[in-house]
T-cell receptor, first 112, second 116 residues
């Protein structure tokens, strides 16, 4: 059964710093991995989707990488801003059962 | 920009009452998902539709939960009777579902349910 783990559970960094969020998964048989952002009490906003054949995707200050063989993905945020404060979740879609499994998320707080 | 619509945004009910949530996916999206998210956890899939057909409801507590998408467009999720443990955020998402699995899910704002 696929398990998705996100470390750390919470992170506080000063504004302007670059940071990395981690996501690991136990079954490498995946179709894709998606990173989401969730503001308190709100729905999820898709940030980046990496297909199983890809190694990374970039959007603005965000870069997500995927190492399928080791079961890891990272979300890199450059030049962090207070507006980046949110919970970041990763989700993997497995091809054995076509299920989408989410991690518990990393709560990010950018200090002004 | 097209969005997934959900209503109500908030619902407070007493245990043993019935509640219903509504979702209208992005126009043209064939795949619709209902998730439950407990505070501090990631979303957990309850049911997935492809057009009007259920493709996965393995995590849906069928003794009290039901979901339908009669015309393959909007969808309703019902709980009857509600229990204290059902308090959570209920999220709806949709995707194009054009036969490829390499596709983005778009989420609605969610319905926050509190059962007293």
């Amino acid at each position: 059964k696929q398990e998705v783990t996100q470390i750390p559970a919470a992170l506080s960094v000063p504004e302007g710093e670059n940071l990395v969020l981690n996501c690991s998964f136990t079954d490498s048989a995946i179709y894709n991995l998606q990173w989401f952002r969730q503001d308190p009490g709100k729905g999820l906003t898709s940030l980046l989707l990496i297909q199983s054949s890809q190694r990374e995707q970039t959007s603005g200050r965000l870069n997500a990488s995927l190492d399928k063989s080791s079961g890891r993905s990272t979300l890199y945020i450059a030049a962090s801003q207070p507006g980046d404060s949110a919970t970041y979740l990763c989700a993997v879609r497995g091809w054995r059962d076509d299920k989408i499994i989410f991690g518990k998320g990393t709560r990010l707080h950018i200090l002004p | 920009e097209a969005e997934v619509a959900q209503s109500p945004r908030y619902k407070i009910t007493e245990k043993s009452q019935a509640v219903a949530f509504w979702c209208d996916p992005i126009s043209g999206h064939a795949t619709l998902y209902w998730y439950r998210q407990i505070l501090g956890q990631g979303p957990e899939l309850l049911v997935q539709f492809q057009d009007e057909s259920v493709v996965d409801d393995s995590q849906l507590p069928k003794d009290r939960f039901s979901a339908e998408r009669l015309k393959g467009v909007d969808s309703t999720l019902k709980i009857q009777p509600a229990e204290l443990g059902d308090s959570a955020m209920y999220l709806c998402a949709s995707s194009f579902g054009g036969g490829t699995l390499q596709e983005t899910q778009y989420f609605g704002p969610g319905t926050r349910l509190l059962v007293l």
